[in-house]
Every structure is written in C-alpha cells, then in structure tokens.
C-alpha cells in the first residue's frame, strides 16, 4: 500500500466521529423534541456542520485511500452509500434549520428528520457484515485483539482521541454561540453585550 495507508490516521477517526456526532445531535435534537428543552436543540443545531465536516472528511478520504486499494475513486458499495446517506441528512437537518422561519417550528421539524435518520447508523456500522462489500471489517473496536501492527495501532488511537477533544471543544463553542443567538432579545444577552462594549472602550 506504501504511504497511503498513512489516510487510515484521518479516515478512521472522521468515519467514527460523522456517526458519533450524528447520534448526539439526535439524542440532544429527541430530549428538545419531547421535553421542551431549549439547550437539547441547541446543542442539536451546533452538531450538525460539525458532522457534516466530518462526514465529508471521511468520504473524501476514502476516495482518496479507494483509488490506490480498489483501482477507483467510488463505488456504491454498502458502507460507501450509507455514509453518503449520512452527509444528506447532515444537509438535510441544516437545510430545514434554514428554510423555517420560526426558530422553535424548525428547531422541532430537523430533530423529526435527526431521529428518524438514526436508523442508518447502524447500517453504516454493520453494513460490511450483513452484505458482502469492498469495504473492510473492524480492525480497531472488534472484540478480539485489534488486527493492526501495534506501531499503527497507536497513532490512530491518539488520532481518535485528538479529534474527539477537537469535538468536544467545538462543540462547547458552538452551543455558547447558539444559546446567545437563541436568547439575543432577552436581558441578559444585551447586559452580556454592553458590559463587553464598555470593556471594548476601556481598553481601546
């Protein structure tokens, strides 16, 4: 394979991270949905380009890793497919996100389209067991020992462990900012903005 194999150390993760992200953005878009909390679709809305990018990531670098293995760019392959599936429906919550006007109207609609889209998370995942695909088997989180060099073993666990503090740490900034967005008619919000003003001017 030479250095291509070196892609698995972005791919992996991103693969991992386009579905984790999903599955959160669905739980956080459900507690919205069924117990009113504003933070739930917060938190939803803050997930979904984050997903996107990561779903996106691990397409493109599949491409990329599929030419050299597979002697092609694509294939519609099962794994392939259910995550193109996937980046749809990242475009699709945002799509609905944006086409509704009323903030709380479309908060509820794109968490509808997030739960029901759940159910092509596990197909992503078990897609390479139940048909017969290109795509390669869990090499990492099977049961038995993981069948990599230990050497690469390593690296890609710290890869995954970087990109889900980089997650982590978005997140928390996305979510800051929806909450400010969602709450920017209320008291707090403007005090918030005029006490950083005045801090602006004192220091200008």
Known sequence: MGDSYRIIFIHAPSAWMSMFTYVVMAVAGATGLIWRIKLGHAVARACAPLGAVFTFCALVTGALWGKPTWGTYWIWDARLTSELVLLFLYFGYMALISAIEDKRTASRAAALLAVVGLV????????????????????????????????????????????????????????????????????????????????????G
């Open 120 to 203: 092509n998370i596990p197909i992503i995942h078990y897609s390479v067991e139940w048909w017969n695909t290109l795509h390669q088997g869990s090499t990492v989180t099977r049961l038995a020992r993981p069948a990599m060099d230990i050497e690469m073993l390593i690296p890609l666990l710290i890869m995954f462990a970087a990109i889900n503090f980089y997650f982590i740490a978005s997140l928390f900034n996305r979510v800051r900012c929806e909450l400010l967005d969602q709450e920017r008619q209320t008291q707090w919000v403007k005090n918030l903005v005029h006490k950083h003003q005045m801090n602006g001017q004192a220091h």
